[in-house]
């Protein structure tokens, strides 16, 4: 199974754009990109996925490098509700979780 | 309200003991995956059903089983419960099934605590 690497944790200040990295060098050519996050106490969320080009919702963006090697969740104007654990994951034959990056948020 | 629902929400059991675990998938999707996060852990797969069938198989135990029945709802077995199978078990559903392009709904979880 591919996997992907993103750093344990992160912070940022409100009402300042984020940038959430996350690495998966071994992906195959049909594996889409989903971003999670997971609030204490909740169950994972989805927030955004891609195949090759770059994507927009409401609640975020996500920037694909050429190479599909990595990629890069942005929150446009965090707030303290984007706290959470968030998670690059691949899709694949299973879906596997891995530690994602605790996102913390100063006020 | 995610649509997918998992009860009971919380559940004390005592070692030894046998619980089952359900989910009801959102309307419409016929995959249910489940998932184990301990204290401090990643969420651990555990498996995977489509429309019935098991699909996909992660790191679960011999004393878990799983079943989709035809109404597509699901359940997770454990038994001869120990201390550190305590842990949120998550349930999430999909339309398709992993390889697609689409997103998962997770529920709610449900807290097991294992004494």
């Known amino acids: 199974d591919a996997k992907t690497t993103q750093p344990n944790s992160m912070e940022s200040n409100e009402e300042e754009p984020v940038h959430l990295p996350c690495n998966h060098s071994?992906?195959?050519?049909?594996?889409?990109i989903h971003w999670y996050r997971q609030l204490p106490s909740q169950g994972p969320e989805y927030v955004i996925h891609?195949?090759?080009s770059n994507v927009n919702n409401r609640m975020a963006s996500l920037a694909i490098a050429e190479d599909r090697k990595s990629s890069t969740l942005i929150l446009h104007r965090a707030t303290l509700r984007d706290a959470a654990v968030y998670y690059c994951?691949?899709?694949?034959?299973?879906?596997?979780f891995g530690k994602g990056t605790r996102l913390h948020i100063l006020p | 309200d995610s649509g997918v629902t998992q009860t009971p929400k919380h559940l004390i059991t005592a070692t030894g003991q046998r619980v089952t675990l359900r989910c009801s998938p959102r309307?419409?999707?016929?995959?249910v995956y489940w998932y184990q996060q301990s204290l401090d852990q990643g969420l651990q797969f555990l498996i995977q059903?489509?429309?019935?069938?098991?699909?996909a198989k992660g790191n679960i135990l011999e004393r878990f089983s799983a079943q989709q029945f035809p109404d597509l709802h699901s359940e997770l077995n454990l038994s001869s419960l120990e201390l550190g199978d305590s842990a949120l078990y998550f349930c999430?559903?999909?339309?398709?099934?992993?390889?697609?392009?689409?997103?998962?709904?997770f529920g709610s979880g449900t807290r097991l605590t294992v004494v």
């Open positions: 994951i691949l899709s694949g034959y299973k879906i596997i």
């Open positions: 309307s419409g999707d016929l995959s």
């Open positions: 071994t992906i195959s050519g049909t594996d889409y």
């Open positions: 059903y489509y429309n019935g069938e098991e699909r």
């Open positions: 891609g195949l090759t």
């Open positions: 999430a559903s999909s339309v398709l099934g992993a390889s697609s392009s689409e997103g998962y709904t």
